[in-house]
C-alpha cells in the first residue's frame, strides 16, 4: 500500500510539473517599451557616436537585436506618440493637434487628446488578461472640460497603474539651472501620479529615480501575470537636467549625463527583468518618439550622418535608433537593415499575446516578428509614409525615398525676450 501510495503521489507529481511547465510555455510574453524622447539616430556608442560612453542601452544592442532602418510614425512628440500607441498614422486619429499648441504638439491648455475610440495596445492587451502600467512622458492630452477633469490621461486609455507621470513634458520653460530661464514657468512644468498633480515645478533631481521606482515596483507586483509596461522617459528633450551622481560625469558634456541617466534607468528595468528571471518570458524594446534637436547644438541629439533632426521627415527627424531584446528569442548581436516602424510594435505585440487587432480601421503597424526571430526574413513593408499634420511629406519604397515637401521646426524662438519672461 505504502509503494502504491508512493507510485501515486509520485505520478502525481511528475503530472504537477507537466501542467506548470505547459502553463509556463503558453503564457504570452510580457511587454516592455522604453521610448525616449529626442534622442537621435547617432546617440548611442553602438550607433557610431565617438564620445558617448557605453552603457547599458549598448548591452542591450548587444544582446538583442539593433534596427538601421527603424522609423518614427511622425517627426514630434504628439504625433509619434499616438502612432506608437495605436499603430496608426497619426493623420487617421487626428493626432494632429492645432490651437493654443501653435501646431503640431498638444499644449498644457488644450482640450484635445487622443480619441477615446481609438484602441490603445493597453487597451488591446488587456484584452487578454495583461497588466497594465505606464510612466513617464504622456503628451497626448490632460483635461478636456474642466481644468481638473483628467479626461485625456493615461488612466482613461488602458493604463491600470499610473505612477509618476509628465502629462505634458519637460518643456525648455522647465529649466531650473538658471542658465535659459530666469525661473521654470509653473505653467508648463508639473508632474502628476495618476490623475493627481503633486508637484510644480518639476524637481529635476528626483524625476528618473521616481520614474525607475514606480516601473520596478509595478513589475514586482505583476511578476506572476504578464504585463505591459511603458516607460516613456523625459530624456533627453530640453531642458537638459541630471540627479547629481551623473552631473558632470560625460566627456560628451550636459547632453551626455542626460544620455547616461537614460541609460541608467533602463538597466535597472532590465536588471529587475533579471533579477526576476523574467528575461526570457519578455520583450523589451528600446526606440525614440523622433530625431534630436539639433539646433540645441550641445544640448541637442546626434543624427549622425543623417540630414535633419526633430519636425522634419529627412531621415535625421524620422530614422530612429531601435532594439528588440528577448533572451533565449532573439538572436544576440544581430543587425538588421530591414525596414521596420514604430507603429509596428501595436501588431507585434497584439500578434504575441493572441489578441484580436480592432475591426473597421485600417492599422498601419506591422508584425514584425519574423524579423525578430528570423535572420532571413525580409521587412512586411512595401512602403511607409511620412506626414507633417495633414501634408504627405516623403515616402519611402525599398530602397528609395521621395520627397514632395520639407519644412523647418516651426517653434516659438524662446531666445527673444518676451518667450524668456
Known sequence: VNRMNLSTMTFLFVLLLALVAESLADRPPNIVILFADDVGYGDLATYGHPTQEWNALDDLANEGLRFTQWYSGESLCTPSRAALLTGRLPVRSGMIPSGQSEGRVLAPLDTNGLPKEEVTLAELLKTKGYATGHVGK???????????????????HGFDFVGTSLPFTNHWSCDDTGIHMPKPDNAQCFVYHNTTIYQQPINHTELTPNLVRDAVDFIHQH???????????AHCHVSMFTSPQFANQSSRGVYGDNFAEMAWAAGEIVDTLKSLELANDTLVFFTSDNGPHIELCLEGGSASLLRGGKSMTYEGGIRMPAIAWWPGKVQPGRVTSQLASTMDIYVTAAKLAGADLPKNVTIDGRDISRLLFDPDATTPHDVLFHYCSSRLMAVRHGPYKAHYFTQMLPFANYTRSEERV
Do not use: M, V
Not at 504622456?138 to 482613461?156: C, F, M, Q, V, Y
Not at 511578476?223 to 522617459?233: E, I, K, V
Open 223 to 233: 511578476a506572476a501575470d504578464p504585463f505591459f509596461l511603458y516607460f516613456a522617459f
Open 138 to 156: 504622456w503628451h497626448l492630452g490632460i483635461n478636456e472640460k474642466t481644468s481638473t477633469d483628467g479626461a485625456h490621461l493615461p488612466a482613461h
